[in-house]
């Protein structure tokens, strides 16, 4: 009988994975997760591969992307030992110290690019000015990211998209997937300036999104179903399915929601889709973006 982490297994399959593109692990520390503040002591515990297993196998999820959620070498480190001892993580998006290598950034891209699981790298841009866009280290190490093959996860708050536009222009190689749809105030429709920004940015061909991250943007976390469907409609057909992908922003969506009622909530959402951009947009679209393995 398995071991409850080695969940979720399937038969082997031709059809796509199912996976969701967006999850973190932690031990626990009040110091290195600064940012998890007051208002956030429902997360303020481990969240380990044993504690998210059960919820992938009961909505029927293949595998998951890894994503940083601290900025430090050693965690990068540990997110690939996880990786290389349960099989279902299928990619990890890492952090490596961008700004200050630079072009240098080389001889680290060797390191951890020789564990088959870095499958991108972040940093969070989110807590930066918008000067960092420019910064030629951090410029020069993209360079260099794009020419490993890997990707980049774009962590940005609505306000932001503005200068990320000028700086993916900087960077038509580099496959680049904006996370959590840049953040916006979930707070009835959609402004005017988010939609017609992220309308500008999927113009470029290397960018794919990630709708995730939504319910934990609404006020007081007091959301329904039918308040995220306008923020889904303006991604999806500014991205379309190829480039849209389905991420649960585990564990912090647990300050709004549980894994399955939003695993739900967006499978509720694709309904009028067909079975090939459903398909896509819960783990075709990741497979793709990451180049994950079965």
């Known amino acids: ?156 708050v609505a306000r932001q998209l503005p200068a990320a536009l000028k700086w993916v222009d900087r960077h038509p190689t580099l496959r680049i997937v904006l996370d959590h749809i840049a953040k916006p105030a979930v707070d009835g429709a959609p402004s005017l300036a988010w939609r017609r920004d992220i309308n500008e940015l999927a113009r470029r061909p290397n960018l794919f999104c990630k709708f995730s991250g939504v319910v934990t943007e609404v006020p007081g976390w007091r959301w329904f179903p039918e308040l995220v469907r306008p923020y889904f409609e303006v991604v999806l057909e500014a991205f379309g399915p190829e480039r849209l992908m389905f991420g649960s922003d585990w564990p912090v969506c647990l300050l709004a929601a549980d894994y399955p009622r939003w695993h739900a909530v967006v499978a509720n959402l694709l309904l009028p889709l067909s079975p090939a951009e459903r398909a896509a947009i819960m783990g075709g679209t990741a497979t793709a973006a990451y180049r994950l393995e079965s």
């Open 1 to 156: 009988m398995p071991h409850p982490v080695d969940a979720p297994t399937r038969p082997p399959s031709r059809a796509a994975l199912r996976i969701d593109a967006h999850q973190h692990f932690w031990h626990y520390d009040a110091a290195a997760y600064s940012w998890i503040d007051e208002s956030m002591r429902a997360i303020r515990r481990d969240f380990l591969p044993s504690d998210l297993a059960p919820a992938l196998a009961a909505t029927g999820q293949d595998g998951t992307v890894a994503v940083q959620a601290r900025q430090s070498l050693a965690e990068t480190e540990w997110l690939l030992q996880l990786s290389g001892t349960f099989p279902w993580i299928k990619g990890v998006v890492g952090w490596l110290p961008l700004a200050e290598q630079g072009a240098a950034i080389g001889r680290l891209l060797e390191h951890f690019g020789a564990h088959d699981r870095l499958k991108g790298v972040r940093h969070v841009l989110q807590a930066e000015p918008d000067a960092y866009f420019a910064d030629p280290g951090f410029n020069d190490a993209l360079g260099e990211v794009a020419r490993a093959g890997l990707t980049y996860d774009l962590l940005i």
